[in-house]
């Protein structure tokens, strides 16, 4: 069975450029994450979809940040402009709803120079 | 503030010895409690789980154990093996909101 996958799995840009990460949940779940990893902050939270709707996205650092989910198998977190404050390892996350373990995509690690 | 600590960064122990991670969280309404593992280059992998309702659950080498008065969570691996040198997360929900993940503990099994 295929896993969340994630693309790209390294991505460095400089400061300015817009950033897509995508992200292909697992095939028949329904809830959908994006977490940021950095040393300083762990693994935080930044917005998470049901059934394709976005829930909660509190965990979004600033309006350059934003996550689409236009259908059940893709979703995309777009960073514009990007900062180099914003490098971080990125990681989508699926699950089935309800009390279900996450499943996580190996991440993107982002680097803004 | 963090509801979720896991106060050891890291944590050696030797071949066929137990480890012992641990985690504490805030919220007595948390009630569900998950572990997970993570490779370097890796997204985290769950590991193993644990209601409320309960205070053990056993999964081969690996147990957690909830002591839901002391707000106290721990994972035990015996044996350990190198295998298992990994950074381990700690993850708590209520209800059906996300997860809320500690830091994690990096464990290096020495052979």
């Known amino acids: 069975d295929a896993g969340v996958i994630q693309s790209p799995r390294h991505e460095v840009t400089e400061m300015g450029q817009e950033v897509t990460l995508r992200c292909k949940p697992i095939s028949g779940h329904n809830s959908l994450f994006w977490y940021r990893q950095t040393m300083m902050r762990g693994l935080e939270l930044l917005i998470y979809?049901?059934?394709?709707?976005?829930?909660?996205d509190s965990g979004m650092p600033e309006d350059r940040f934003s996550a689409k989910m236009p259908n059940a198998s893709f979703s995309t977190l777009k960073i514009q402009p990007s900062e180099p404050r914003d490098s971080a390892v990125y990681f989508c996350?699926?699950?089935?709803?309800?009390?279900?373990?996450?499943?996580f995509g190996d991440g993107t690690r982002l680097s803004i120079l | 503030d963090q509801q979720v600590k896991q106060n050891s960064p890291s944590l050696s122990v030797q071949e066929g010895r137990i480890s012992i991670l641990n985690c504490d969280y805030t919220?007595?309404?948390?009630?569900?409690f998950l572990w997970y593992k993570k490779y370097p280059a890796e997204g985290p992998t769950f590991l193993i789980s644990i209601s409320s309702i309960k205070d053990k659950n056993e999964d081969g080498r690996f147990t957690v154990f909830l002591n839901k008065s002391a707000k106290h969570l721990s994972l035990h691996i015996v044996p350990s093996q190198p295998g298992d040198s990994a950074v381990y997360f700690c993850?708590?929900?209520?209800?059906?909101?996300?997860?809320?993940f500690g830091k994690g503990t990096r464990l290096s099994v020495i052979a």
């Open positions: 919220n007595s309404m948390f009630d569900y």
């Open positions: 993850a708590v929900r209520s209800g059906n909101t996300p997860l809320v």
């Open positions: 979809f049901n059934n394709n709707v976005p829930i909660d």
């Open positions: 996350a699926s699950s089935f709803f309800g009390n279900q373990p996450q499943h």
